[in-house]
């Protein structure tokens, strides 16, 4: 019988420094076979662990084609302060993918709102990709990206290609900047950005992924111009230990984040957020 615990060895291939205390790890199963056969979906995640700390879960932001992947990580604790301690070439263990990715289907043919806050960008990476490598089949692109200072942004590297990205909009906003920082965007929450955002409600789709309250606040706004809550999902985070829906401890009124989710539709799980 399958064990849905069970997790493998995979190797830290690459370490890509995206700020002062977040890291993107490409990581590889040790087993060619597991490492050859891996697929996963974007908003999909992993549980990465260190044997002796505890596991983490972790959002795919990216697949490479020898299906390497790489997941990138805020240290903000136990599990995620070892991972950021390790050096390429260390070893780790991983299971996965869980959860249910961004509605792909759904999004074809549709123009695509991106709103992400700090560390909810890496999950919604693989949906810029995808968009980028695939143009035709998506409407217009708009990504509205929030941090809390200039170099706690994340991806900085893919910016300039993303700006190129035809049939598009990129704008970003940060909360603050420190003296002598240059930042010629704009300074504000994500939801300042709105007032100059492109996107209609007609045949267009919302993917909002970072704080609660900042999505919360987002879909408020979304809501104000015409979007139906059927028309924004919302990617969640809750405590994991299971990753698969046994446990219960990512419980959320009937759901269960890790299976159900992370990605929910909003009106799906409006009624147990408290929206504004
Ligand atoms: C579906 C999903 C995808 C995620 N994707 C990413 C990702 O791509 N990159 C990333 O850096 N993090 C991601 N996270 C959050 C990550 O799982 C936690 O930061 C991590 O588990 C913290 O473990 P730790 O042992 O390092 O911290 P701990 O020592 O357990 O906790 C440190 C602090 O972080 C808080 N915390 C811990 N877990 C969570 C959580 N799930 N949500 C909110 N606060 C938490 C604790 O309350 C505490 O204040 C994701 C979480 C989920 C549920
Ligand atoms: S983490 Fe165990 S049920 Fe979701």
């Known amino acids: 019988m399958k064990n849905e615990y069970m997790a493998y060895p995979a190797v830290v291939k690459k370490i890509l420094k995206e700020s002062s205390n977040t890291n993107t790890y490409t990581l590889a199963f040790v087993n060619e076979e597991k490492q050859k056969n891996f697929k996963a979906l974007p908003g999909q995640f992993m549980m990465i662990g260190i044997f002796g700390i505890g596991e983490a879960?972790?959002?795919?932001?990216?697949?490479?084609?020898?299906?390497?992947?790489?997941?990138?990580?805020?240290?903000?604790?136990?599990?995620?302060n070892t991972i950021y301690q390790l050096k390429e070439g260390d070893k780790l263990n991983m299971r996965g993918p869980y959860?249910?990715?961004?509605?792909?289907?759904?999004?074809?043919?549709?123009?695509?709102?991106?709103?992400?806050?700090?560390?909810?960008?890496?999950?919604?990476?693989?949906?810029?990709?995808?968009?980028?490598?695939?143009?035709?089949?998506?409407?217009?692109?708009?990504?509205?990206?929030?941090?809390?200072?200039?170099?706690?942004m994340v991806f900085k590297y893919e910016f300039g290609?993303?700006?190129?990205?035809?049939?598009?909009?990129?704008?970003?906003?940060?909360?603050?900047?420190?003296?002598?920082?240059?930042?010629?965007?704009?300074?504000?929450?994500?939801?300042?950005?709105?007032?100059?955002?492109?996107?209609?409600?007609?045949?267009?789709?919302?993917?909002?992924?970072?704080?609660?309250?900042?999505?919360?606040f987002a879909a408020k706004c979304l809501e104000t111009i015409g979007f139906k809550d059927n028309q924004i999902y919302v990617s969640l985070e809750r405590r994991m230990k299971c990753g698969f829906g046994k446990c219960g401890h990512c419980q959320i009124g009937p759901k269960y984040v890790c299976k159900d989710g992370p990605v929910f539709s909003y009106d799906e799980i409006r009624p147990y957020i408290h929206p504004l």
């Not at 959002?59 to 084609?65: G, L, M």
């Not at 960008?121 to 692109?141: E, F, T």
């Not at 704008?171 to 900047?177: G, I, K, P, Q, S």
């Open 99 to 152: 959860g249910t990715g961004w509605p792909l289907e759904e999004l074809k043919g549709k123009d695509i709102l991106i709103v992400a806050g700090g560390i909810g960008l890496p999950p919604l990476r693989g949906i810029i990709d995808l968009v980028q490598k695939n143009r035709k089949n998506y409407g217009h692109l708009e990504i509205i990206y929030g941090a809390r200072t200039p170099e706690d």
């Open 161 to 216: 290609a993303w700006r190129q990205i035809k049939n598009s909009r990129f704008d970003l906003t940060v909360d603050t900047v420190s003296l002598g920082s240059k930042w010629e965007c704009k300074i504000g929450l994500v939801t300042s950005c709105f007032p100059q955002m492109k996107t209609r409600n007609k045949n267009s789709i919302a993917l909002l992924c970072g704080p609660e309250i900042m999505m919360r």
């Open 57 to 80: 879960a972790l959002s795919i932001c990216k697949i490479d084609e020898d299906g390497s992947f790489s997941t990138t990580v805020r240290n903000v604790g136990n599990v995620t």
